[in-house]
């Protein structure tokens, strides 16, 4: 699977949108971007996934690079509820595990 | 629709004592997945069952651990004997067409 690179941390305001980027230079073409988040003391949490065209769904937008190398995950307007960690993985839509980096650590300040 | 259960939620046990962890996955999904997480490390993964089979235990830390999934229903996590570096939360994952996991709220295990 290709490896990623996200910032370490990130804040952002209450209400305003975050903005969560990822670099995937060596996503090869049957590889999907999938986002994870874990909110403290919880599991890791779903949110989104595409292949190449960009994809909303009730918790967030997905944008990816034309070229594929990079990818962004947009909260539109981010309440402390989602401050947590979230994961940029880069895999095979298959029976391949999950492998998790460091992610980058969200903070939502009032 | 029932998530993903783990229990116990959290389990204190003494240096080589021996802890068995339990996770009952969505109903109907075949896929299975233990992942750790020790304290300030990344979410590692350990092992992946596909129904009743190892599809993959390349992440299985040593022989101590043992993960079985009987009738490709619930599974069990058994370490034996329990060492301090053992202490961490225990993931649970499960997928049916593995478009996403679904994730358990994790076992905190303390090995004093």
């Known amino acids: 699977d290709a490896k990623t690179t996200q910032p370490t941390s990130m804040d952002c305001a209450e209400g305003r949108a975050a903005n969560l980027p990822c670099n995937h230079s060596?996503?090869?073409?049957?590889?999907?971007v999938y986002w994870y988040r874990q909110i403290h003391s919880q599991g890791p949490q779903y949110i989104i996934h595409g292949l190449k065209n960009n994809e909303t769904n009730e918790m967030a937008s997905l944008i990816i690079t034309e070229d594929r190398k990079s990818s962004t995950l947009i909260l539109p307007h981010a309440t402390l509820r989602d401050t947590a960690v979230y994961y940029c993985?880069?895999?095979?839509?298959?029976?391949?595990?999950?492998?998790f980096g460091p992610g980058t650590s969200l903070s939502v300040i009032p | 629709e029932a998530g993903v259960t783990q229990f116990p939620s959290h389990s204190v046990i003494e240096k080589g004592q021996t802890v068995t962890l339990r996770c009952d996955p969505i109903s109907g999904h075949d896929n299975l997945y233990w992942y750790r997480r020790v304290m300030g490390k990344e979410i590692k993964f350990l092992l992946h069952?596909?129904?009743?089979?190892?599809?993959?235990e390349s992440g299985m830390p040593n022989n101590r651990f043992l993960a079985e999934r009987t009738g490709g229903t619930y599974s069990t996590l058994k370490v034996q004997p329990a060492e301090l570096e053992d202490s961490g939360v225990y993931f649970c994952a499960s997928s049916q067409v593995r478009e996403k996991l679904f994730f358990g709220s994790g076992t905190q295990l303390s090995v004093l």
């Open positions: 069952f596909v129904k009743e089979s190892k599809q993959d």
């Open positions: 060596t996503i090869s073409g049957n590889e999907y």
């Open positions: 993985i880069v895999t095979k839509t298959s029976y391949d595990k999950v492998i």
